[in-house]
């Protein structure tokens, strides 16, 4: 059987493109990989062994949260794209990624607001130190709906095909800035605190920044529908 030029072409071009984006997403995890272990580092030499169990048990329950708040909207995201966008259904695909953007927002923030309201019994349950315990909880727990929301816009984008977003503001850019942030809040005497607020600013800051860029994108994605 033999393959048409065109054809020839098409999936040369395709298996680049493949290969291209292989190679991006494998850097982009061994970037990730090398500022994930540098925050670390950085954790443990300059904080306490409870501050850095404090920072982590915090997180944890804030990521293992954030795993449900999409409600699987993420992955079905993703796939319902990919089926939509060959039967140049771009409405569809808008109205989906609207929905599940406003329902995730929705229901990160009513989440939100109930850990809120728990972070006394948590904190009771545990047998770290009431205060800072808290205050790392409350942090923390303010930047669930920047991640969920940030799932959303991943799976967005990975929908259409594109691997570059999901690397650069998922992947490396929120363990980068909260290097960054952090190193400046040492300068400052900012301990714990600086911890804290450099890994939640860091995961804000990296949202807002995909959100920036599927705008700029996409200006008509985020285009709500109600009816």
Known sequence: MQISKTTRDRLDGSLAKVGKASVFVMFGLVLSAVFGLIMRILFTRTLTKDEVGLLYYSLMLVMVTTGFTPLGMGEGLARFIGYAGEKGAERRIRE????????TGVISLFISLGL?????????????????????LVLMIASLPSLSLRTILVSYTRGLGQVKPRVLFSDIAPSFLA?????????????????LLSVVIGNIIATLALLFWVVWKHPGGLKLHFR
């Open 96 to 103: 989906a990624f609207s929905f599940a953007f406003t329902v």
């Open 116 to 136: 809120l309201v728990l972070t006394p019994l948590i904190v009771d349950i545990t047998a770290f130190e009431r205060q800072p315990f808290m205050m790392a």
């Open 179 to 195: 290097i960054s942030l952090y190193g400046g809040a040492l300068l400052f005497g900012w301990g714990f605190a600086g911890a």
